[in-house]
Each structure stands twice: as structure tokens, then as C-alpha cells.
């Protein structure tokens, strides 16, 4: 059974230019979160989709856009990178429960670095 | 701004001593609580949770403590190993803006000394 995957696993930008991440979810799994994490700080909310809609948005600005695929695989992509961009990216899959909070596996990340 | 926040960023034990991570948060309307285990070059570990109306949960080795008239969060690892080596984060889950998010902390790195 395949946990959550993503690819690559780093990357390396310059200022202005876009990325695209990509991410796998852990097998059975419909809900697709993504994360920001800066070195020694604790993972920021980005957005989270299920059924190939985005469902919630952290604070980030709109340069941040993704898309849900019908397979449950996710991508995020990020527009004219910033220096401030440079951080561990996490993707999260979970299985939609109709509860409050349903239980996130992490993947290993994408580290990304804008010079 | 109201934040989760940890008291110490490093915790240093002795291998096979208790180990207690602690955290704070500000909200008191979160209603929900978990810790999670990262380890270098991994994605965070969900490690035990417990909800508002609990102060007590155990797991395999672990307890967390919740106060809420403090609002104060607590790991407990029982017996520490090498293997709990990594960066400890508390989070709190609360309703925002119609939505339900998790806010982490900044994290606390766990040291075992042989």
C-alpha cells in the first residue's frame, strides 16, 4: 500500500519564474492538502481539495493555485517566484469522513529554493 | 496574534528517561489536538490527538495532557529511544472563516543522549 508520494523531491528556481508540484495520494485516499513549511517553523496551510474543487485556502496569495485530477493526484503550482518562496512543500491525503478533522498522511516533500 | 507556541525550541533527555514536550495555545475556541513527530527529511508523522472535552490520552508509550483553563498542551513520552529523535509539533484545529484549519506550532527538536 503506497503512502502519499511527490515529485521532485528538490528544486531549484530563480526569482520570477513557476513551478509546478506534483503529488500522489496515499492509496483510497480523495482529499488533497498542501502545506508551506520555512526551515525550523511548523507547516502553514496552503489549500485542500476533494473532488477536484478547492475546498479551503490558508493565507497565501493567489500566485498559489492548484488542481485536483480525477485520480485524486494533485498538483500546485506557484507564479513569479519569490525568494520568500523557498521552503519544504508538503502534501497531505486523507479520506473525506463528513467529520470536522479526518486524520492527514504526510508525504516527504518538495524542497524548493528561488535564487 | 493568537498562535500555538512551544515553551522550550530544544529538549535534550537522557535515553531511556521520560520525555515532556510542552505547548500553549491562545484560542480558546480550538477544539481539537494533535501531535505530530518529524523526522529530518520526512513529512510530519501523526504520533496521538485528543478533543476539548478530554483533559487524558494514552497510546502506545505516549500521553497527551490537555489544561484548558491554562490552555496548555503536553506530550509525555514514556522511556525515550533514539528513535524519538525529531521535531515534535503541536497543532490546533479551529473553525475559521467557515472553514476548519489546523494551526501548527514552531516546533520542538528532541535530543537523546546515550
Known amino acids: 500500500d503506497a503512502g502519499v508520494t511527490q515529485s521532485p523531491t528538490h528544486l531549484i528556481k530563480t526569482r520570477g519564474q513557476q513551478v509546478t508540484l506534483r503529488c500522489s495520494p496515499k492509496?483510497?485516499?480523495?482529499?488533497v492538502s498542501w502545506y508551506q513549511q520555512a526551515l525550523g517553523q511548523g507547516p502553514q496551510f496552503i489549500f485542500q481539495y476533494y473532488e477536484e474543487e478547492e475546498r479551503q485556502r490558508g493565507n497565501f496569495p493567489d500566485r498559489f493555485s492548484g488542481h485536483q485530477f480525477p485520480n485524486y493526484s494533485s498538483e500546485l503550482n506557484v507564479n513569479a517566484l519569490l525568494l520568500g518562496d523557498s521552503a519544504l512543500y508538503l502534501c497531505a491525503s486523507s479520506l473525506e469522513r463528513g467529520s470536522r478533522y479526518n486524520e492527514q498522511f504526510f508525504g516527504p516533500g518538495t524542497r524548493l529554493t528561488v535564487l | 496574534g493568537e498562535s500555538v507556541g512551544l515553551h522550550l525550541p530544544t529538549l535534550s533527555v537522557q535515553e531511556g528517561d521520560n520525555s515532556i514536550i510542552n505547548c500553549a495555545y491562545s484560542n480558546s475556541a480550538s477544539d481539537y489536538f494533535i501531535w505530530y513527530k518529524q523526522e529530518s527529511g520526512k513529512g510530519p508523522q501523526f504520533i496521538i490527538d485528543?478533543?476539548?472535552n478530554m483533559d487524558k490520552r494514552q497510546g502506545q508509550r505516549v500521553t497527551v495532557l490537555l489544561n484548558k483553563t491554562v490552555k496548555h498542551l503536553s506530550l509525555q513520552i514514556a522511556a525515550t529511544q533514539p528513535g524519538d529523535s525529531a521535531v515534535y509539533f503541536c497543532?490546533?484545529?479551529?473553525?475559521?472563516?467557515?472553514?476548519?484549519?489546523?494551526?501548527w506550532g514552531a516546533g520542538t527538536k528532541l535530543i537523546i543522549k546515550p
Open positions: 497543532a490546533e484545529g479551529r473553525a475559521m472563516d467557515s472553514n476548519y484549519q489546523l494551526i
Open positions: 485528543i478533543r476539548s
Open positions: 492509496s483510497g485516499h480523495d482529499t
